[in-house]
């Protein structure tokens, strides 16, 4: 079993930054992609931003320029650095893992539970 936690949300004023945290945990023979993901209120999960074993990254357009993905291999984290917080990016942020248990699996997304991100004077 596999179990991705994120920390590090909470209340910013616009301007602000946070950084996100998820680290995965359980059986885990291997990582490939691992990415953050999105969802406010009343809309569609978007993609926020995605980062490769090795170390590729791609980012919404809305976030290009303000958010940096990052990760250690080591620890199985990924991290999510929000510089420049603005109301829009108030949403629940949600981190995800494409991974295998074994060298005889296949390779499956794992989601983390979600943390909120409110950005608000």
């Known amino acids: 079993q596999v179990q991705l936690v994120e920390s590090g949300g909470g209340l910013v004023q616009p301007g602000g930054s946070l950084r996100l945290s998820c680290a995965a945990s359980g059986i885990i023979f291997s990582i490939y992609g691992m990415g953050w993901y999105r969802q406010a209120p009343g809309k569609q999960r978007e993609l926020v931003a995605t980062i490769t074993s090795g170390g590729s990254t791609d980012y919404a357009d809305s976030v290009k320029g303000r958010f940096t993905i990052s990760r250690d291999n080591a620890k199985n984290t990924v991290y999510l650095q929000m510089n420049s917080l603005k109301p829009e990016d108030t949403a629940v942020y949600y981190c995800?893992?494409?991974?295998?248990?074994?060298?005889?699996?296949?390779?499956?997304?794992?989601w983390g539970q979600g943390t909120q991100v409110t950005v608000s004077s």
């Open positions: 995800n893992a494409d991974l295998k248990s074994s060298n005889w699996d296949t390779y499956h997304r794992s």
